[in-house]
């Protein structure tokens, strides 16, 4: 391909709205444009590099057995009401009506529509296991789409579903995509890792995500420093058992606290540790109201929440709700003497602790010396805290420490809360109606894009590995002014085209300057410069990787770039 022919429109500036390395890095060597937010086009770079990428995971579904298939983007809403998720999805969903006033949802996920196409096609236990997918955009109204095509509004997904007779079945075409998984990713070239899960809005139990390891990840993996064991936060259980002191319980006071409104500073007022506080926040869960207790120095886990609740929803009660139904602020609330009637669910840690500090449901004031059970009652006790660094790894070695992550990929075992709620079913050996056993399985095909142009850069520009680089090698003749020099790059052009690399050329007549710039911005993994040696055949060729360049008489050109492109990752 010839510059003057296609699109690359380059920038000198890094454009400012772009927060990070590789939205900076796609708008500024010209792979793709903003439309809306969360919403881009791909231009032809950006666009070859997705093609690689659906292209690896299209090898890696089809080697592990998997069909593809191509469902519409444009989905009835009777599907979505069918499995309830119509009510539960939230705005996420992207609804709009047709001109008969009929509501449709625009595809966030697809478990509705090959649920209710298998649902009429397949009948007999015979026709089990199947896994199909399909590479496809998909809509989300996303609260914060950023980071350009990390988190967008609109994005390429490939996604997966299994069907199965048997519990077995499903866990041998789990682990067999796993693997896949693990497969494209390792093609990719990423620094990854499949940790355990949580299932959110998919119900179900057993998941796995893929995590890109990256400092702008929005996810927080908790690992073991000494095993294998890796969870996403949202996750990850604790398991420390929390010892009560042998401290004797003192008598229950209030006391004022003007203006302590965290526990930081009821903890500074009083002169209290952290540990000896505790924190009442109160839960909206689905339609019902809880209080949650947590430690002061611990940080109540939403998800761990809605789990255990079983719930579709969960979100801290609006301040003007704590008001109308405790009768206080934010700020006062605790769990003795309530002013309203909400369920009281604390975390383990709570039951531990001897003469402790919490709200006293009145402005300016808190309770100390108070003691659950004695004091107060509590419902539940749960494990409703996030893992903290240091806590003992779930799995009983070593201790846990934290890294981010980029979310590529999801393997979810869905079992039957599809098919039970659409009526998916088969007939067994014995002729018995059983419900379908099923799985999905996610790759964001664009969102790995981001997370190569992320992981693969330097101060110039991208460092493309060879197997998703949009061009093998950039052709670039200094100056097209000169006879020798354009004359010998249009004859390695077509030589190299003739022998199957995917060439780039700037042929532009642009000082070398810029060209040079925009080739180390491009980031194709070899770089052919012809220059004031053309008229001897002799051309430099470069490594972006390494910044090694060697001189290559013309002749020798072709098996040079055999042998690097060979060596090159
Ligand atoms: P996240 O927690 O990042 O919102 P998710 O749990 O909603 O992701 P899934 O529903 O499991 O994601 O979707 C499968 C895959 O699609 C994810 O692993 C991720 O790689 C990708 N993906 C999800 N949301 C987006 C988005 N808004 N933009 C780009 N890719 C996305
Ligand atoms: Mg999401």
Known sequence: MKQSQTLIPTLRETPADAEVKNHQLLLKAGFIRQNASGVYSYLPLGKKVLRKVEEIVREEMDAAGAVELLMPALQQAELWQESGRWYTYGPELMRLKDRHDREFALGATHEEVITSLVRDEIKSYKRLPLTLYQIQ????????????????????????????????????????????????????????????????????????????????????????????????????????????????????????????????????????????????????????????????????????????????????????????????????????????????????????????????????????????????????????????????????QGTIKFAKGIEVGHVFKLGTRYSEAMNATYLDENGRTQPMIMGCYGIGVSRTLAAVAEQFNDEKGFIWPKALTPYDVHLVPINMKDDHQRELAEQLYDLLREKRFDVLMDDRAERPGVKFADSDLIGLPVRITVGKKASEGIVEVKVRSTGETIEVPKEQLVTALDELLRTIS
Do not use: W
């Not at 119900?203 to 993996?221: N, P, Y």
């Not at 540990?275 to 939403?302: M, P, Q, T, W």
């Not at 929803?313 to 609330?333: F, N």
């Open 137 to 396: 955009t998909k809509f989300r109204d996303e609260k914060r789409p950023r980071f350009g095509l990390l988190r967008g509004r609109e994005f390429v997904m490939k996604d997966a579903y299994s069907f199965h007779a048997s519990q077995e079945s499903l866990d041998e075409v789990y682990d067999r995509l796993f693997t896949a998984y693990s497969n494209v990713f390792r093609r990719c070239g990423l620094n990854f890792r499949a940790v355990i899960a949580d299932s959110g809005a998919m119900g179900g139990k057993d998941t796995h995500e893929f995590m890109v390891l990256s400092d702008i990840g929005e996810d927080t993996i908790a690992y073991s420093d000494q095993s294998n064991y890796a969870a996403n936060i949202e996750m990850a259980p604790v398991v420390t058992t929390y010892e009560k002191s042998d401290e004797s319980e003192k008598e229950k006071e209030k006391v004022v606290t003007p203006n302590a409104k965290t526990i930081e500073d009821v903890s500074a007022l009083l002169n209290v540790a952290p540990e000896k506080c505790i924190k009442s926040l109160l839960f909206k869960v689905d339609e019902e109201y809880v209080l949650v207790l947590a430690r002061g120095d611990h940080e109540v886990n939403d998800i761990k929440l809605k789990n255990l609740l079983q719930a579709d929803q969960v979100e801290l009660a609006l301040p003007e709700t704590v008001s109308d139904i405790l009768g206080c602020s934010i700020g006062s609330l605790g769990p003795v003497d309530m002013k309203g009637d909400v369920k009281v669910i604390a975390d383990h840690a709570v039951q531990a602790i001897t003469n402790l500090v919490c709200g006293a449901n009145e402005e300016g004031f808190h309770y100390i010396n108070v003691n659950a059970e004695r004091d107060f009652t509590v419902d539940q006790y749960a494990d409703l805290r996030f893992i903290q660094e240091g806590d003992a790894s779930p799995d009983g």
